[in-house]
């Protein structure tokens, strides 16, 4: 079962440089979210998709963009990287927005 | 909007004891979801357990338990019989259910677990 994967699984980047972080479910989840995490503050929703073809806004949404063109990936693009961006991410999904969310691997961004 | 509180940053518990995680919560949502995550050293996020407001009995899942006390809202985390395999970071989270934050988990800050011999 391979559930969410994530890729890149660490990343190093310059700021201004543009990055896309992929996600990909096999479970056939309708909705799927990115959060990042970092110290101190516990893990902050930027976007979610309730299902394929729509996109929301959540808590840290600027200087990110996402699109969920299908069911199964929700890519998650940092337009030009600034440093304050260096974080872990995490996507996750659920079956409907009403149910548990589960969680990729995380993928650790670095901006200098 | 939703908070979730966690008070404890760090605890230590000795192997084979009970050790009770503080979560405390403030909401506007008439119903609402509160989760339990573990985040060992690795790196990933493992869902433990879930309580919806309006459910009439305490969520157990296998030596999690959560001891949920809506008029003082509050959710704590009981592990039983602590394993050296327990020693993670703890996160507390919530959502709203059938309202516009049902996408959106809230997270608390996170606890840390040791567990010593």
């Known amino acids: 079962i391979a559930g969410i994967t994530q890729a890149p699984t660490s990343q190093i980047l310059a700021a201004g440089r543009r990055m896309t972080l992929r996600c990909t479910q096999d479970m056939r989840h309708n909705a799927m979210y990115w959060y990042r995490q970092d110290l101190g503050l516990g893990l902050r929703l930027i976007h979610y998709s309730n299902t394929a073809g729509t996109t929301g806004k959540g808590e840290v949404p600027d200087g990110y963009s996402v699109s969920r063109a299908n069911t199964d990936d929700f890519p998650l693009t940092l337009a030009s990287a600034v440093p304050s961006q260096t974080s872990v991410y995490f996507c996750?999904?659920?079956?409907?927005?009403?149910?548990?969310?589960?969680f990729g691997p995380g993928t650790r961004l670095t901006v200098l | 909007a939703q908070k979730i509180t966690q008070t404890q940053p760090g605890m230590f518990v000795q192997e084979k004891e009970a050790v009770t995680l503080d979560c405390t919560y403030d909401?506007?949502?008439?119903?609402?979801?509160l989760f339990w995550y573990k985040q060992p050293s690795s790196g990933e996020m493992i869902f433990l357990i879930y309580?919806?407001?309006?459910?009439?009995q305490n969520a157990t899942e296998g030596r999690y338990s959560l001891n949920f006390q809506k008029a003082r809202k509050s959710a704590n985390l009981v592990i039983s019989a602590s394993q050296l395999g327990d020693s993670a970071m703890y996160f507390c989270a919530m959502r709203g259910i059938n309202t516009g934050t049902a996408s959106k988990l809230t997270f608390g800050t996170g606890t840390r677990l040791q567990v010593t011999l």
């Open positions: 909401t506007s949502d008439p119903s609402y979801g």
């Open positions: 309580q919806g407001s309006y459910d009439q």
């Open positions: 996750a999904s659920s079956d409907s927005t009403e149910d548990t969310q589960y």
